[in-house]
């Protein structure tokens, strides 16, 4: 218990990497994926964190693997390749260095 530490808005230590979607990155993913589900399209997800990049996986059934996967990377070698859209195998379907763009352009029942 000697490894725990509260901390409540300390201004003064700026976290270097954030290893996970922003607020207003998750609010958008949350939004298509309520409408999804209330299409009947999707019934559950799932949340991937690693050191290279965070991923919200989207599953038509619980018992299946992951139709698609929404990946954030941190350090992407090119700057299109900040968002991507992955299918099951972790083939890029599509890729753009704005979220909102992204989910907005797709076709998901044509992807």
Request: charged share 30%.
């Amino acid at each position: 218990m000697n490894n725990l530490r509260l901390v409540i808005n300390n201004v003064n230590k700026q976290i270097e990497d954030k290893h996970f979607f922003e607020k207003d990155e998750l609010k958008i993913i949350l939004d298509l994926y309520a409408k999804m589900v209330s299409e009947g399209s999707w019934k559950d997800y799932g949340l991937s964190i690693s050191s290279k990049q965070v991923g919200f996986s989207v599953f038509k059934n619980s018992a299946e693997n992951a139709l698609y996967k929404i990946c954030k990377n941190f350090k992407p070698k090119n700057k299109n390749l900040k968002y991507l859209i992955t299918d099951t195998n972790g083939k890029i379907l599509k890729n753009s260095p704005e979220l909102g763009l992204l989910l907005k352009n797709t076709d998901w029942k044509k992807l």
